[in-house]
């Protein structure tokens, strides 16, 4: 349960997407961790952009069925 290199950690899944007042927040569920978090859309686009994506286009498919 050690950050990666530079402090960073693996995300292991987006569990959540909702708004927070006129922001993008997301839970995460890191690696090697139970506890789940919360970060906003801004920072997660930056460092796993196409897990952010996927998890989208994931909601707007299900909503459509």
Known sequence: KQPLK???YNVDELVDRYK???RIVFK???SGYDKLTEVYRTSLIKDVPEMVKE???SM???RIM
């Open 6 to 8: 530079d402090g960073y």
């Open 20 to 22: 927070k007042g006129n």
């Open 28 to 30: 995460v569920r890191w």
């Open 55 to 57: 998890f989208e286009r």
């Open 60 to 62: 707007k498919r299900q």
